[in-house]
């Protein structure tokens, strides 16, 4: 049976609980443990796949297409647990599931309760990924304190209870803000926090207290004796420079071996950290820089490209250089031009998307990257993009557009397949992996290393339409990438640009900082040679 670790977070959101449970997952497997991890968020959405990119951030989306919360990104950075469906949960999911137990006669007429039948689904969610794992993390969304939250914690407390204290910890995430006009670190809203979990019923083993300043001893004891935990598990979760270098505090606060030793891990050995000291010795040594622009329309919202933020980070890293992100919004470029807002860059990324909202932004940017010979790379949207302007401004198309952004364009080429029927808001898409086969000789096959076939992540609708694939490439445009029955488009290129590459699917998902994606290393290295040559 697996031991489980819960990672709540008390005084206010955004505290860091997602990559601190996914920092504590690479410390355990550094140590020889298997390892997986959950995300349970309280809001009552089934999935996050409608929700704004805006309000939520990013989607993340697993090799069995579910739409997920960007935190499972963070877990399989960090870790080499794979996520699934499984491994996130919402309210909105568990109480759906109640919901439709009750109608199919599940509950034999019973009065259906938050307790004990939504707790019940909740821990037996707990349960789901329990498949031979030492230790699974479970990480709550949300603030202790928040109402929709209480049936997660009331699951928690039922939870150790079921299954003993010895194999249940709780580590609960709060806030030791810095007092500027007193100079001074304050511990209340720790201390109220953590008091808020008592009044439930949950006494935390371990804090992780977030600040800006090292906790001496003096204010660990402080914080040990008003909230009853020892002052070694009361742990400094200080800012740093790259949350790369979160797994090496955390082990320097000696937070692994409190772990180990309150779980009775036997089988943990000395943890193996060499290749977390290698990524943040390269990110403190690099002193070239390149600078990406990623044109898109969620830009307001950093989160919203999370995993493609970290993706050209770890690019840059395979490089040896650090990639400055420049974020444009598609519709300053539909009102200033493409000159004024990416001339300074040595790359061009436009990244996935819906709706038409800054669409002639996104091609216009396509255009400026095409003729001024600007490494290009174009991700699901944005190589739809690329199609269209070259539909439009090389192969004679002038009206080409995508069926999802013009009913009328008499050049629709980018369209639903004729067997995918309506689409409607949070309708079947193509989502997980699906492999492709690459065109020998071709830049897609030779930066994947010369391999010929490949396994992705998808999140869209539109295809590229087959109806135009003979024309687009009699222009010029190369098809390096397609499903293994060649009906759909997974990679285009120009043969006759330095790197000129999109692709249908979201390499974002897969990259990791000691396993950059292969697209990104490449794009990298593109944008590193086109600097140089600018400093000629």
């Not at 990623?294 to 395979?318: P, Q, R, T, W």
């Not at 990679?491 to 990791?512: I, N, R, T, Y």
Request: proline share 5%; hydrophobic share 35%.
């Amino acid at each position: 049976m697996a031991k489980y670790i819960f990672v709540t977070g008390g005084v206010l959101s955004s505290l860091g609980k997602g990559l601190s449970s996914a920092s504590i997952g690479a410390l355990l497997e550094a140590r020889g443990l298997r390892i997986t991890l959950q995300k349970f968020d309280p809001y009552l959405n089934v999935d996050p796949g409608t929700m704004s990119p805006f309000q939520h951030g990013e989607v993340f989306v697993t090799d069995d297409g579910a739409e997920t919360d960007l935190d499972l990104g963070h877990y399989e950075r960090f870790t080499h647990a794979r996520m699934r469906r499984e491994n996130n949960y919402t309210a909105g999911k568990i109480y759906y599931n109640v919901i439709t137990k009750e109608r199919e006669g599940d509950y034999l007429g019973g009065t259906v309760q938050v307790i004990p039948h939504i707790t019940d689904e909740i821990k037996s969610c707990f349960r789901a990924v329990d498949h031979g794992e030492d230790v699974i993390l479970c990480e709550i969304g949300g603030t202790v304190g928040d109402i929709e939250s209480l049936p997660f914690l009331e699951a928690i407390r039922q939870f150790r209870y079921d299954l003993g204290a010895e194999n249940v910890l709780i580590i609960h995430v709060t806030l030791v803000p810095y007092i500027k006009a007193s100079e001074e670190l304050k511990t209340k809203p720790t201390q109220h926090s953590v008091m808020k979990l008592r009044e439930i019923g949950i006494q935390p083993d371990i804090l992780l207290c977030r600040t800006e300043f090292p906790l001496d001893q003096d204010l660990k004891r402080k914080i040990s004796l008003f909230c009853n935990v020892s002052p070694s598990a009361v742990i400094t979760a200080i800012d740093v420079e790259t949350i790369y270098e979160v797994p090496l505090k955390f082990n320097q606060e000696g937070l692994d071996q409190i772990i180990v030793d309150k779980l009775g891990l036997k089988g943990a050995g000395e943890p193996d950290l060499a290749h977390w000291d290698e990524i943040v010795r390269k990110t403190r040594e690099i002193t070239q820089e390149t600078e990406i622009a990623i044109v898109g329309k969620y830009v307001d919202l950093k989160e919203s490209y999370k995993s493609l933020s970290e993706a050209l980070f770890h690019g840059g890293l395979a490089n040896d250089i650090i990639v400055n992100l420049r974020y444009v919004d598609s519709e300053e470029i539909e009102e200033q031009g493409t000159s004024q807002l990416l001339s300074q860059v040595h790359g061009i990324l436009i990244p996935g998307g819906f709706g038409q909202r800054g669409i002639e932004g996104k091609i216009g940017a396509v255009q400026y990257a095409r003729e001024r010979v600007v490494p290009f790379f174009g991700i699901c949207l944005g190589m739809q993009c690329a199609i269209v302007e070259y539909a439009r401004n090389v192969c004679g198309l002038g009206s080409a557009n995508s069926a999802e952004f013009s009913d009328e364009t008499p050049h629709p080429v980018v369209d639903l397949m004729p067997d995918q029927g309506d689409v409607v808001m949070g309708g079947t898409m193509r989502l997980g992996s699906f492999p492709g086969i690459l065109r020998p000789g071709s830049l897609a096959s030779r930066v994947y290393g010369g391999a010929t076939r490949i396994e992705e992540r998808h999140r869209h609708r539109y295809e590229v339409n087959n109806s135009y694939r003979e024309s687009l490439e009699e222009g010029g445009l190369r098809f390096s990438g397609l499903s293994p029955d060649e009906r759909l488009v997974e990679m285009v290129e120009l043969p006759d640009h330095p790197f000129f590459l999109g692709c249908q699917f979201h390499p974002e998902f897969k990259s990791a900082p000691y396993a950059p994606h292969p697209l990104f290393r490449g794009f990298i290295a593109a944008a590193k040679k086109a600097r140089g040559e600018l400093f000629a």
